[in-house]
């Protein structure tokens, strides 16, 4: 049998090695002999092998021979038949344990096969396992994870037919198991035109999201194998780029007919996502009907249906569904929206389809949502008026005209972030209204790099399957989610886009609330400030810190038309007040400058912390402040930011570190009984 190696990498030296480094190492590999279970012989022969190449470099003449035959292009070495084994084990010992396996594995088939119970067989087959288990690991170093898993099959399907090392096949098996989720990541990731490798990594999706007992992973044991259900949570949000709608909404489908709730809410939003995109209402009916069916303790999805009613042209229906919600911040929203209640309800739609529904698909890419080329539609009109619904058909034939107008946003531009990314810390538990929002947005669509997706999964796998750890947010909680990117569930508490939460990963129903959300934009409300004033007539950026005897002197903001140098200390006692709160300081000036339920939150998430032993450390820097729009009700200011987060435990220890150099953040502030107060506010990109 001819081995691929050489005399030096059979004994571990460098080509340049002398006499007395190849005999030192010689001593050691005869020192450290591969104590696996191997029968004596072969260790003898192995030894034996070891001294041969020993002598060989050490004698200078066959040295010098064998460096030319080198050169020459001599590769490989021969070894009888019956040291063949022992040349394995070398070669094995060598690091090139793909190749051991597969000469292994043909050694021990016909019509070579050794004798059954011999010394031979118990050997080879011990040697199969062995390197098949390393030639995947090294396989997995090279990302290759679909090649990995296959190399791995192969060696239990022939443990299972030798009948033999029944402790090292269910090693095996452990691992095979824990390779599954980075296999599917390898196969759907895979180029467009590999269809059949996309298949297969769409089928061993299905599998493996079934044996887990749907997306709430209901049939979990917890062993050390599976994959956490936080961490199933992160796979879940780097695959859906890589699927279609129409395929995600086949597998939620599917999954959903099989008894995941979770699944049927997200085979609602992927019909949604799918008829607004391609202009077919008909998705958008049978989404209503999902949504309908599904039974979801503790879950408003009155907002939900409203949106979809507006987008069939149903204003009537779609009232009702919002004045039926349950949610309070809703109402609130509603009544103090400065303008139309159309415009209100276009807002909040075109936000929630922004942000929640058409992100996450392989084939959508939306940058606006332009509900008027929606309206005017002729498949839309057709289907709005094959059903009847005729309230906002002229609003659509007119042109939407109306509602652009009203709108505090146009159609084409960015609308504000959802509360979960501008009012909530990573920690706050979930109120009820929450109970659908979902956490973070770590997960932008730089990381859709298929390196670096595998990249994070394969920190869990290297720490067998532990928590993943992620910048600026945290995973570790109850609930399931599983949209990718920011999705709204419910009404925002305070202005302009009143859509409460994230859908980042997924979106879980399940009764026990989770407990921690995060968002990136909240690390500005969470500043402990050293801010700078915005460039004047003869001043550029220059710097004012804010000192104690400053924050004491504030009052509140009654001006009918603030400067901007009062807008800018407003938020300046915002971003300071937040910041002391959550370290843990007594600052009394928060109610001055925010509304009830942003100081609430605050409140919150302090308390939050306080159970956790941790505390919350910001500095930010408030670089410039431009006024967007100011009537008698309403202002909005564009402010850039720079910012540094760190979540520390009492200890002082660090937990987390975030540092933004240029953050764009819109605030939004309301004027109620002559007093301006923070309304809202949300990242710009």
């Not at 059903?387 to 509602?403: M, W, Y």
Request: one cysteine or more; glycine letters at 6%.
């Amino acid at each position: 049998m001819e081995l691929p190696i050489d005399h030096f990498r059979l004994l571990g030296v460098s080509p340049s090695s002398g006499p007395e480094e190849v005999l030192r190492f010689f001593q050691l590999r005869l020192d450290r002999t591969p104590d696996k279970g191997f029968t004596p012989e072969v260790i003898s022969q192995r030894s034996e092998l070891l001294r041969r190449s020993a002598d060989l470099l050490c004698d200078k003449e066959s040295r010098e021979k064998y460096e030319s035959a080198l050169l020459g292009g001599a590769e490989g070495l021969e070894f009888s038949s019956n040291r063949d084994v022992a040349g394995l084990i070398l070669l094995w010992e060598a690091n090139i344990s793909y190749e051991a396996f597969k000469l292994s594995r043909k050694a021990l088939q016909p019509p070579q096969a050794p004798a059954l119970g011999s010394g031979r067989e118990s050997d080879l087959t011990l040697l199969a396992a062995l390197s098949c288990r390393d030639a995947a690991f090294q396989e997995q170093e090279q990302r290759h994870y679909s090649s990995a898993a296959e190399l791995l099959e192969e060696g239990i399907h022939l443990l299972q037919r030798m009948g033999k090392l029944a402790e090292h096949r269910r090693t095996l098996e452990k691992e095979l198991e824990t390779l599954l989720p980075y296999r599917i990541l390898d196969l759907l990731s895979r180029d467009l035109s590999d269809q059949k490798a996309h298949q297969e990594g769409l089928n061993l999706l299905d599998g493996f999201v079934l044996k887990r007992g749907g997306l709430e992973g209901k049939k979990l044991n917890h062993s050390n194998t599976e994959l956490k259900q936080s961490d199933f949570e992160l796979f879940f949000q780097q695959i859906r780029k890589f699927l279609t709608v129409q395929e995600q909404i086949d597998l939620f489908w599917h999954w959903n007919k099989n008894g995941s709730v979770d699944a049927g809410f997200l085979c609602a939003i992927s019909l949604v996502a799918s008829g607004f995109y391609r202009r077919k209402p008909e998705s958008l009916q049978k989404a209503r009907k999902k949504l309908t069916k599904l039974n979801l303790q503790g879950f408003d999805a009155m907002p939900l249906l409203g949106c979809i009613d507006l987008l069939l042209a149903d204003l009537k229906q779609a009232e009702e569904c919002f004045a039926n919600s349950s949610d309070i911040g809703l109402k609130e929203w509603f009544d103090s929206y400065p303008g139309e209640k159309l415009a209100a309800l276009c807002d909040y739609s075109r936000n929630w389809l922004l942000r929640d529904v058409l992100p996450g698909f392989r084939d959508i890419e939306v940058d606006t949502v332009d509900l008027e080329a929606w309206f005017a539609d002729r498949d839309v009109q057709d289907y709005v008026e094959k059903i009847e619904k005729r309230g906002a058909l002229g609003i659509a034939k007119a042109g939407f005209s109306l509602i652009s107008g009203l709108s505090s946003e146009k159609s084409g531009s960015k609308s504000l972030a959802s509360t979960k990314e501008i009012e909530e810390s990573s920690d706050r538990p979930l109120t009820g209204s929450d109970e659908f929002s979902l956490e973070n947005e770590t997960l932008s669509e730089d990381v859709v790099n298929r390196d670096t997706l595998i990249e994070n999964l394969l920190a869990i796998y290297k720490r067998g399957i532990a928590t993943l750890k992620v910048p600026s947010f945290n995973i570790s909680t109850t609930r399931v989610k599983l949209i990718n990117q920011r999705v709204i569930w419910v009404p925002l508490l305070f202005i302009s886009m009143f859509s409460s939460g994230s859908l980042i990963s997924w979106l879980s129903i399940r009764s026990q609330l989770r407990e921690n959300t995060k968002a990136p934009e909240l690390s500005i409300a969470k500043t402990k400030t050293a801010v700078k004033k915005p460039a004047e007539k003869d001043k550029a950026n220059t710097k004012n810190t804010m000192s104690k005897s400053t924050m004491l002197e504030f009052r509140a903001l009654t001006n009918e038309s603030p400067s901007q140098d009062q807008l800018l200390r407003l938020i300046e006692v915002w971003l300071r007040s937040k910041a002391d709160i959550l370290e843990g300081k007594a600052n009394s000036n928060l109610p001055k400058v925010a509304r009830n339920q942003l100081v609430k939150i605050v409140s919150d998430q302090r308390k939050k912390d306080e159970a956790l032993g941790q505390k919350q450390i910001i500095n930010a820097e408030i670089k410039s402040l431009k006024i967007l729009d100011q009537t008698s009700k309403r202002i909005a200011v564009r402010v850039e930011i720079a910012y540094l987060e760190k979540l520390v435990k009492q200890s002082g220890e660090v937990i987390s570190e975030t540092n933004i150099p240029s953050l764009t953040v819109k605030y939004v502030l309301g004027r109620n009984k002559s007093q301006w107060k923070l309304i809202d506010f949300g990242s710009e990109k």
